[in-house]
């Protein structure tokens, strides 16, 4: 029985990190990642139960310290990535590391309704991205198709490319690139694009993208000003290789064509507040979610500049010669733009918006106050989509 209402989940630490598990193409699953000051922290694994609308989780002590991202690898279930606060000399740090979670939760197999008695494990640690000379990690990137040897760090003004080798228990800095300029530049965020080989990563620092190609270090765009304030989010559209969405402070999503960015090919002013978080559907690239500091997830479709702007192509056998002369005049026609869905379930920021790797209609949002809503695609619009 499919319903569209959400699903909640209260952790009881503050949040911000949250990743679907991108390898895990069965079972619907994410990690969030808590941010407490006070206690250890967690990472809960998150399961949902789509056939009874149920939520299992087990927790993970991570007890280095509050998370700020997390990420998790592409190619293996068990291992995942995140940016946490170490304090040292009575300073902060934000550190990275990669860590292995325990075999029997990679597959996400529940054998008895959860336990709240049951024993928190702990992650094991495969190795650190050590950035003592590049400065506080603000995210942590795998290559989208690879085997999950390869990583990109941001620390700073510093592009690190990491290779990891013996099992991920040792990572090897393979090359570098830093942001040259006036000021104390720092990025705030980054992500790999599934293109060109995955030879290329767009990155944010300030107001700026820029986009970089992995195998020489060097800058091969830039769109100074995307955003009037600071850019908080990218993604790359899944399916058209030169388009790139961003969001920022100014309450804005863009998309752009990389091929030139003297404009963007359109803007979305749907949020009041700080847009933190944009993410592409991975099979439909005309829905876009975004969450902000205004408390809301939008859920928008952005036809006109997605791989099936005129809707779905048909075969001609299929249709009588009246249906044939319809769908001519209907595919002439691009379809509009519109914002689906508003979500309210939460009362404090949304940091953190992703699609489900297992089921391309189920996303996941999280608050700041550590609640986490597992909600649907409406119906109607997945079928409009679908037939």
């Not at 620390?155 to 006036?182: F, H, T």
């Not at 489900?356 to 700041?368: E, K, R």
């Amino acid at each position: 029985m499919e319903d569209d209402a959400p699903v909640i989940y209260g952790l009881e630490f503050q949040a911000r990190a949250l990743t679907p598990q991108t390898a895990e193409t069965d079972a619907i699953r994410f990690l969030v990642g808590t941010q407490s000051l006070r206690y250890d922290n967690q990472i809960h694994i998150i399961d949902f139960d789509d056939e009874n609308n149920i939520i299992n989780k087990n927790v993970l002590l991570h007890q280095v310290g509050e998370i700020w991202h997390i990420s998790a690898s592409p190619a293996d279930k068990g291992v995942l990535a995140t940016c946490y606060n170490k304090t040292s000399d009575s300073k902060v740090m934000t550190c990275a590391a990669v860590w292995r979670m325990p075999k029997e939760l990679e597959s996400g197999a529940h054998e008895s309704p959860d336990d709240s008695s049951s024993n928190t494990q702990t992650l094991e640690l495969l190795c650190h991205l050590d950035n003592t000379a590049h400065g506080n990690m603000a995210c942590v990137m795998w290559e989208p198709m690879g085997d999950g040897k390869k990583i990109i760090s941001l620390a700073d003004n510093n592009i690190l490319l990491w290779d990891l080798q013996e099992s991920s228990a040792k990572a090897v800095l393979s090359s570098s690139a830093a942001l040259e300029g006036k000021g104390q530049l720092k990025f705030t965020s980054g992500r790999w694009s599934p293109h060109h080989n995955c030879t290329q990563i767009a990155t944010a620092n300030d107001t700026t993208v820029r986009g970089w190609d992995t195998r020489s270090m060097r800058q091969i765009y830039c769109i100074e000003n995307a955003h009037g304030q600071l850019v908080r989010d990218l993604d790359f559209n899944p399916n058209k290789q030169y388009y790139l969405a961003s969001c920022g402070d100014d309450c804005k999503v863009k998309f752009w064509d990389t091929r030139n960015v003297t404009e963007p090919v359109k803007t979305l002013e749907e949020h009041s507040h700080w847009v933190w978080n944009v993410r592409y559907n991975h099979s439909h690239d005309q829905l876009i979610l975004t969450g902000s500091s205004d408390s809301r997830v939008i859920l928008s479709n952005m036809v006109s500049i997605s791989s099936e702007p005129f809707g779905h192509m048909v075969d001609d056998d299929e249709l009588s010669d009246q249906e044939e002369q319809h769908q001519e005049e209907k595919i002439k026609e691009p379809l509009q733009d519109s914002v689906i869905t508003t979500y309210e379930e939460h009362e404090d920021s949304v940091y953190a918006v992703e699609w489900s790797s297992a089921d391309p209609w189920l996303f996941a949002s999280l608050s700041y106050d550590g609640r986490l809503v597992i909600n649907r695609v409406p119906r109607a619009l997945k079928y409009h989509i679908l037939l």
